[in-house]
């Protein structure tokens, strides 16, 4: 055991790297996984976390990292917040598991109740548990088909909704996500995502959003798709594997027209994009629009497994057998989101629109000095940085935003890449506008260094 390592209020609060990366003890686990873990799993940069406090990582060597990523926007709370972790404890000392999908418990119930009073559809709201985002999609979409009776269902380029076989069919992000199986679930129907920063040829950033539903109406419904037997819509406010590529307000406003003229329902994805971190307790609220259906995961739970379809009680009518899960709603992972839930009111979403406008503020501050810098976009505590290799062209800089985000973990900084050639930052909830700040300069830092080499 590495010294000092038995207690959390020993770590530092600033990066501090004091081996080569990966160190000797790192390079060690790396080895024993590449023997026995499927390599499917998608390491970015060779870091092998030993604990972890607040927004700081510490890894097997003891360098300390300022966690940017949140374990891709999972630890909403920071990392083991006291108060989640008692929760945690609490409910495991009455009892680990008892399959909601068979019997009673007090948490599940609670956690219902709170995620009816949270999230933005109105009147009664019921929910599914499963443990995953994957599995809140596939809930999403068997219950749209299952009350509309209808079924086929429209998502968009650029989404990612998970990696089972119902959601994959819904995903259209990357083509490694789906190569080699299929084929997949049919009915499904892609159109163009709102991107105004890459807005079709043509047509002006004002006008893409209202170009994209043309589509829908001029292309799907009049050639592959009546709207009348279109089950669901399915869309990330602020897609997350795609690029953090923010969809427009009157595009998201006019899209829930569209779904009501036509009977289909809304499903919001909110895995990435919920749970407090655009400032808002959800993503599209910042359109004040009424999903039907919302798709909960990753932050809910501080880190926990823990999945959430939640709709309109009437849409929510299936029988007892429909739909169900083994470990949905397990009691501990309940107890970790009702702790989460009410940390996200008390202070935590209003910090992540305020030290998020002050992130924000900075990295577009940076655009005057790095002109690998394409574009910075998002809400909140979900900000994309996209980097591209002239403004002009928009040509996609996907090397150099590879060497960014290993330059920065080099330097202290976790950070992650989000479509083909942007790099998210997803820090935890709790982030400050010191560290904030620390990851402006560590960034500046990497952004320079990278474009010196990309010049020579």
Same mark, same amino acid.
């Given at each position: 055991?590495?010294? @000092? ?17 990966? *160190? ?9 996984? /590449? ?11 060779? !870091? ?44 495991? %000392? ?5 399959? @909601? ?31 995953? @985002? ?8 068997? =219950? ?58 043509? &047509? ?8 994209? #539903? ?5 292309? !799907? ?10 089950? /669901? &819509? ?7 594997? *795609? ?8 595009? =998201?406003?006019?899209?829930?027209? #569209? ?6 329902? !809304? ?15 959800? +993503?599209?609220?910042? /359109? ?26 009437? =849409? ?22 009702? +702790?989460?839930?009410?940390? =996200? ?7 992540? /629109?305020? &030290? *998020? ?22 809400? *909140? ?53 010191? %560290? ?21």
């Amino acid at each position: 055991m590495r010294p @000092g390592s038995d207690t959390a209020k020993t770590m530092r609060q600033t990066p501090d790297i004091s081996t080569p990366l990966p *160190g000797p003890n790192a390079r060690a686990l790396i080895a024993r996984d /590449a023997a026995v873990v499927s390599p499917s799993y998608t390491r970015g940069y060779p !870091l092998v976390i030993d604990r972890a406090s607040g927004a700081m990582v510490e890894d097997v060597d003891g360098n300390v990292f300022l966690d940017c990523a949140a374990g891709i926007a999972v630890n909403s709370t920071g990392h083991s917040h006291p108060r989640v972790v008692e929760a945690i404890v609490g409910q495991a %000392q009455r009892f680990l598991h008892m399959s @909601g999908t068979d019997f009673y418990y007090e948490p599940q119930v609670r956690l219902a109740e709170e995620i009816r009073s949270i999230v933005p559809i109105g009147g009664a709201v019921r929910s599914f548990f499963g443990n995953s @985002g994957t599995e809140a999609v596939e809930a999403a979409v068997k =219950l749209a088909r299952y009350a509309t009776g209808r079924p086929n269902i429209i998502a968009f380029f650029g989404g990612f909704h998970g990696r089972t076989m119902g959601s994959l069919a819904l995903t259209a992000s990357k083509p490694v996500q789906r190569r080699g199986f299929g084929p997949f679930m049919s009915g499904v129907f892609h159109a163009p995502y709102p991107d105004v920063y890459r807005s079709a040829t043509g &047509v002006t950033p004002e006008e893409c959003g209202a170009a994209c #539903l043309d589509f829908i109406e001029q292309q !799907l419904f009049m050639h592959l798709v009546p709207p009348d037997e279109v089950a /669901a &819509v399915v869309i990330e406010p602020i897609q997350g594997e *795609g690029g953090y590529v923010v969809a427009p307000t009157g595009f =998201l406003q006019r899209l829930r027209e #569209l779904t009501r003229q036509h009977g289909i329902l !809304l499903v919001a994805d909110e895995v990435q994009s919920g749970m407090g971190r655009t400032g808002k307790m959800f +993503a599209i609220e910042h /359109a004040d629009v009424e999903p039907d259906i919302l798709a909960i995961a990753k932050g809910i739970a501080s880190g926990l497994p823990l999945g959430v379809a939640a709709a309109r009680a009437d =849409l929510m009518s299936w029988p007892a057998g429909a739909h169900a899960s083994t470990f949905g709603g397990n009691p501990v992972s309940c107890a970790a989101a009702l +702790a989460t839930i009410a940390l =996200l009111k008390d202070r935590l979403v209003a910090n992540a /629109a305020e &030290v *998020g406008a002050r992130l924000m503020e900075g990295l577009v501050a940076l655009m005057d000095r790095h002109p690998l810098i394409g574009d910075v976009r998002g809400r *909140g505590l979900m900000v994309g940085v996209e980097l591209v290799r002239s403004r002009q062209t928009k040509e996609r800089a996907i090397e150099e935003r590879n060497a960014v985000v290993n330059g920065a973990f080099e330097r202290g900084l976790l950070v992650l890449g989000a479509g083909k050639n942007a790099i998210r930052f997803s820090p935890p909830l709790v982030l400050t506008s010191d %560290q904030a700040a620390i990851a402006i300069r560590i960034f500046d830092e990497t952004l320079t260094d990278v474009e010196g080499r990309s010049s020579r």
